[in-house]
């Protein structure tokens, strides 16, 4: 006799932050299964992040959706965290006098969504963090009102209150097979079977792979691997103020870490999808860089690690459901955004899942389901990445 699969209206591949969130959203109106492969959900990119919210970096969509997801960091809502969801962490970047043509660029660029954006002078730079060289610091800019991210508490908080709205969340549960039966999707794990009228692929980095596993055309998704360390701080110097430190051309950034220094050589190589590590010589640029910006002697790495940062073909995400495949709705291609948009993506998703049209909080911002189809990676059209 053939097993029977379990009954639900969505079902979400993936324990990330894009999965939980979107579970979290739906579970409020809907049935809601999320499948994730691993033992533990955030295992991936999620556990693996810089844990940073900025409003300026990203493409113009990129920056929309921070923007859009900051009320509900600052204010979720009761009973979501026992810890706040963000703390103060401003952010300065700098520039090398051979860069100071992209610092303004980028500052002018910058102000057109984030008027807090404002110029420091090389010395207020030193003075805000001590370590960096004087005789590096050509310019700068600081956004005061960028953020550090409690990635857990956010992660965490979307689980448990899909689960307390009856979301069934599993770990452990592959996604080995799926395919259409009638106006259902029917998957399969090795511990069950599954089927829904929508499936959501949240897959990260395997967001093609669960694609091509469905019949669905890939849309082109392009993980690339991002490496970061932590270093002992250096004695006597207070971090307590420290903003986080950013290239303008992205070549590298640090910032305080529990007591620690977290840096990334802020590399980006094409991957597969894989349970991703650090290269020897991706640390060895970082320390390379954050020697010649700053004072800093690294001597020891305390800890090192790399996740997959996964792209669409123009850098912002895709979400909506397939053009092609009935119940099949992306949500993918977050790049190295996906934390501090996942509130924003969440609604956006809940929104069209369910109301076919984005929430007016995301239009007013002037965001257009558009922007984020699926279906512009189906028309024939080029895309181009945007310059980020
Ligand atoms: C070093 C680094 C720094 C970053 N810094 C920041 C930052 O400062 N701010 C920010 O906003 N973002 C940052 N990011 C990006 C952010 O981490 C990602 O955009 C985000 O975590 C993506 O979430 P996700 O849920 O899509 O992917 P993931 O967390 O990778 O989750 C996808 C899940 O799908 C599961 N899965 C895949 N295939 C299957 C299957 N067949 N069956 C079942 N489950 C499956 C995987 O096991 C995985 O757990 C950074 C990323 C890295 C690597």
Known sequence: MSERPTETDVIVIGGGIAGAGCAFALSAERRVVLLERETQHGYHATGRSAASFTENYGTTVIRKLAIASRGFLENPPAGF????????????????????????????????????????????AVAACGVLRPDYVDGAFLEPDSRELDVNALHTGFLRAAKARGADLRTGHEIAGLRREGDRWLAETPRGLFCAPVVVNAAGAWGDVVARMAGVAPIGLEPRRRTAFNIAAPAGIDMSGWPLINDVDEDFYFKRDAGQIFVSPADATPSEPCDAWAEDLDIAIGVERLQEATTIEVTRILHSWAGLRTFAPDGSPAVGFDPDA???????????????????????????????????????????????????????????????
């Open 81 to 124: 965290t026992e810890v706040p969801l963000i703390a103060p962490c401003g952010m300065i970047t700098i520039a090398r006098a051979d860069q100071r043509e992209r610092l303004e660029e980028e500052f002018e660029r910058g102000r057109r969504l984030v008027a807090s954006l404002r110029r420091l002078t090389p010395a207020q």
């Open 326 to 388: 009935p119940g099949f709705f992306w949500l993918a291609g977050q790049g190295g955004y996906g934390i501090k948009t996942a509130v924003a993506l969440s609604e956006a998703s809940a929104g069209l899942i369910l109301r076919d049209r984005l929430p007016e909080s995301l239009e007013r911002l002037g965001l257009d389901r558009a922007d984020l189809a699926p279906a512009r990676f189906r028309t024939g059209a080029q895309t181009t990445m945007e310059t980020v």
